[in-house]
C-alpha cells in the first residue's frame, strides 16, 4: 500500500503558518497532539485515535522538515536509527517508506 501523507505549512483560513513555528512553538502543538491521542485511547475511541495518531505524524514531520539540511542526513539518520533498535533486539515487522521531495537548508 502507497498512502501519499503530507507535512502542511500553511492554512489561510486558519491564518496559520507552520514554517514560521519555532521549535517550542511545534512542540507545545506535540504535547496537545500527544493529550489528545490519551484522550482518544481513554474514551475506546478508535477511529478519532487514529486520526490523533496522524496529527501528532504530521506535526513531528513539521520539527523533522524545520531542522533537516538535506534529504542525505534524514537518510543517514533513519538508517542510524534502524541501526541502532536492531542493535537492541527489535524485529523488522513492518516497512515505513519515507520520501521526501524539496532540499532545503534548514538548522535550528
Known amino acids: 500500500m502507497i498512502s501519499k501523507f503530507f507535512t502542511r505549512s500553511k492554512n489561510e483560513k486558519l491564518e496559520i503558518d507552520n514554517s514560521k513555528l519555532t521549535l517550542n512553538e511545534l ?3 506535540l504535547k496537545e497532539e500527544t493529550n489528545e491521542v490519551e484522550a482518544a485511547i481513554e474514551n475506546k475511541d478508535r477511529d478519532n485515535l487514529l ?3 496522524l496529527d501528532t505524524i504530521q506535526v513531528s514531520a513539521n520539527m523533522i ?4 539540511f538535506d534529504d542525505r542526513e534524514l537518510e543517514n539518520k533513519i538508517k542510524e536509527h534502524n541501526e541502532k533498535l536492531e542493535g ?3 524485529d523488522k515487522s513492518n516497512e515505513v517508506i519515507l520520501i521526501t521531495s524539496k532540499n532545503r537548508r534548514k538548522g535550528i
Open 27 to 29: 512542540n507545545k502543538k
Open 51 to 53: 486520526e490523533e495518531l
Open 88 to 90: 537492541r533486539g527489535w
Open 65 to 68: 522538515e524545520k531542522i533537516i
